[in-house]
């Protein structure tokens, strides 16, 4: 309980940062797609049966991403959600914060890459995961085996492997969407903060 409470103080504890990240230029980084949706993006595509309405698609966003894709800021350092799993009773100890019967229990990993030249401050960092099929509002919950909270600081050149768990309603389905909010000196915090949708499974 002590370490699900420690989670949620670091989660919202950059909502009362000052605002004093930089420049304001509207964008925090580019996406940097998982290699198999890179290679069908470089195989050969056949004419739009439409090429008026094909120009007039506009392509996604940076900031929305899939899971197994990263998001590197303009400082070098990116984060990769890797997974989305769901929580089985054995991961869950005695006195771990445990999913209701009407709820689906899960786990978002994620890596962060500090490719900057200087140590990241892990705690100016927050978290958050919705569901996105109707919207569905999720809950902390806290299952210690397997579990990496985030906070510290990131040497460069270092990758860490951090864990976060939730409750999503059943009747909500089993999509989710997770968002990665940065705050510091080092990015433009009124910009888009990425996120990645992905299925529990």
Same mark, same amino acid.
């Given at each position: 309980?002590?370490?699900?409470?420690?989670?949620?103080?670091?989660?919202?504890?950059?909502?009362?940062?000052?605002?004093?990240?930089?420049?304001?230029?509207?964008?925090?980084?580019?996406?940097?797609?998982?290699?198999?949706?890179?290679?069908?993006? %470089?195989?050969?595509?056949?004419?739009?049966? %439409?090429?008026? !309405?094909?120009?007039?698609? *506009?392509?996604?966003? /940076?900031?929305?991403?899939?899971?197994? /894709?990263? $998001?590197?800021?303009?400082?070098?350092?990116?984060?990769?959600?890797?997974?989305?799993?769901?929580?089985?009773?054995?991961?869950? +100890?005695?006195?771990?914060?445990?999913?209701?019967? /009407? !709820?689906?229990?899960?786990?978002?990993? @994620?890596?962060?890459?500090?490719?900057?030249?200087?140590?990241?401050?892990? %705690?100016? @960092?927050?978290?958050?995961?919705?569901?996105?099929?109707?919207?569905?509002?999720? *809950?902390?919950?806290?299952?210690?085996?397997?579990?990496?909270?985030?906070? +510290?600081?990131?040497?460069?050149?270092?990758?860490?492997? $951090?864990?976060?768990?939730?409750?999503?309603?059943?009747? /909500?389905?089993? %999509?989710?969407? $997770?968002?990665?909010?940065?705050?510091? *000196?080092?990015?433009?915090?009124?910009?888009?903060?990425?996120? @990645?949708?992905?299925?529990?499974?």
């Amino acid at each position: 309980m002590i370490r699900l409470r420690t989670a949620l103080a670091a989660a919202t504890a950059v909502t009362l940062l000052p605002l004093t990240a930089a420049c304001g230029d509207g964008e925090q980084g580019t996406a940097e797609r998982a290699a198999t949706e890179r290679q069908a993006d %470089d195989a050969p595509k056949e004419p739009a049966a %439409d090429e008026e !309405q094909a120009a007039d698609e *506009e392509p996604a966003e /940076d900031t929305e991403l899939a899971v197994g /894709d990263g $998001f590197r800021y303009k400082d070098g350092v990116k984060v990769t959600v890797t997974k989305v799993s769901k929580l089985k009773a054995t991961d869950f +100890g005695e006195y771990d914060v445990k999913p209701e019967a /009407d !709820q689906t229990g899960f786990r978002v990993t @994620w890596d962060i890459t500090n490719g900057s030249k200087k140590p990241i401050d892990l %705690d100016a @960092w927050g978290f958050d995961a919705q569901g996105a099929t109707t919207g569905g509002t999720t *809950e902390s919950v806290f299952a210690e085996n397997g579990s990496r909270l985030m906070g +510290g600081r990131l040497a460069p050149a270092k990758t860490g492997t $951090f864990t976060s768990e939730y409750a999503l309603p059943k009747a /909500d389905g089993l %999509d989710i969407v $997770f968002t990665m909010t940065r705050m510091d *000196e080092s990015v433009d915090i009124l910009a888009e903060d990425p996120h @990645w949708t992905g299925s529990i499974k």
